[in-house]
């Protein structure tokens, strides 16, 4: 166990959390929001909230023995546990068991809190991890379309490919389609002039829409090529007729529901980052509506929101979606001998958060885990669980 290191762990979604997940008790979980002072004074006041956190431990650790009590003296030094990184995020997780030891950063504050059991406590991770850490964003424009790669506090242009034109006056000049051209008597300058056609008529307009739709198709080409073999969310920014447009040639299979609306050359810096951030927020309450939706369709039969019969469906592998909820809690024990649950805190080693051990064994079982607002769960219930059988 003293050989095992500690690891930055990079979390991407929560499948990322299996490898954690398989591992023994005692399995020890720490998070500390991490202080906002200069940095001079930060480090200082990290470490003694660290001090003070796991410090709380050492009362539930004794029922581990000499086992547990090493696991704890491992992750009592605070300048050993961040080794000197700078903060990548507003909190930091630790989990620590005889052959895990994993740091995390975290994008949102969270509670200090220091947690034992047979599992490590994951559902401060999950707001983070049910949402796309990475996205991209397709800004619409037609005097030059850019395509970046975005994070939640980043945001990076990429090239597209050189076969791809992302001016619309280039592509016109360069290469108006053929079928198009004969029709083109109520435009203005013809296809070689540097302004590109002018549409004076509804027919004109109907034509000019054909055009872009042909200029969006070669995008939507590119964007495929940029992006193949990807699953992140592709998030349209641009004015709405434009994004209604490129929907309909669209051929990427993530493009994200919501958009940003406004034309991207006329929003301030930072400001189209911010709202696709938004907009992928409106996409996962969309999710959630859903998956309430078709909770409240196979309540009875195909779903629950009965804390024993979820854990033992989520035991059985038989959860296809699990909602938490964003606050409740239920401490208690499973019995994986005799799959009883005991919905109190017993004292014993294997009390644990019983919704965090819903979540472990969904994701365990490949199920989908989304959290939800305690106000929208069903008969404010902390968990409701849709059934695979």
Request: glycine letters at 6%; aromatic letters at 6%.
């Amino acid at each position: 166990m003293n050989s095992v290191k500690t690891i930055p762990a990079e979390f991407q979604s929560v499948k990322d959390l299996k490898s954690i997940l398989t591992s023994g008790g005692p399995c020890l979980s720490v998070y500390l929001p991490l202080s906002a002072l200069p940095p001079s004074q930060s480090a200082r006041a990290n470490a003694l909230l660290w001090k003070q956190t796991v410090k709380s431990l050492e009362e539930k650790i004794s029922n581990h023995g000499s086992q547990g009590r090493e696991l704890l003296e491992s992750i009592a030094d605070w300048d050993a546990i961040v080794q000197g990184e700078q903060p990548q995020g507003q909190s930091m997780g630790v989990f620590r068991s005889p052959d895990v030891f994993r740091t995390v950063w975290i994008e949102e504050p969270v509670k200090a809190r220091a947690v034992i059991g047979p599992h490590f406590y994951i559902r401060p991770l999950l707001p983070q991890l049910t949402r796309p850490a990475v996205f991209y964003l397709l800004a619409l424009s037609k005097k030059n379309v850019r395509m970046l790669r975005c994070t939640l506090r980043t945001s990076e242009e990429i090239p597209f490919p050189s076969s791809i034109v992302t001016s619309f006056d280039e592509w016109m000049n360069a290469a108006k389609p053929d079928h198009l051209a004969a029709k083109s008597a109520t435009t203005g300058p013809s296809s070689g002039s540097a302004r590109g056609p002018m549409f004076t008529t509804s027919y004109g307009r109907e034509t000019q829409d054909q055009y872009v739709a042909h200029f969006f198709r070669q995008l939507d080409r590119g964007v495929n090529e940029v992006l193949r073999g990807r699953s992140e969310p592709l998030v349209l920014a641009g004015v709405e007729d434009e994004i209604a447009l490129y929907r309909e040639t669209n051929t990427y299979p993530h493009l994200a529901e919501e958009a940003v609306q406004g034309a991207p050359n006329g929003l301030k810096a930072g400001e189209m980052h911010a709202r696709a951030i938004n907009a992928l927020l409106r996409c996962y309450d969309n999710r959630v509506d859903g998956a309430l939706a078709e909770y409240n369709h196979k309540v009875g039969a195909g779903a629950s929101n009965r804390l024993k019969d979820v854990l033992r469906a989520a035991h059985d592998g038989r959860v296809l979606t699990l909602l938490i909820s964003d606050s409740l809690e239920t401490t208690g024990s499973f019995d994986e001998s005799t799959y009883t649950v005991k919905g109190r805190e017993t004292g014993a080693s294997s009390d644990e958060d019983l919704v965090n051990d819903a979540a472990v064994q969904t994701i365990l079982h490949a199920g989908q885990v989304l959290v939800a607002p305690n106000s929208k769960m069903p008969n404010g219930s902390p968990v409701a669980a849709i059934f695979r059988f």
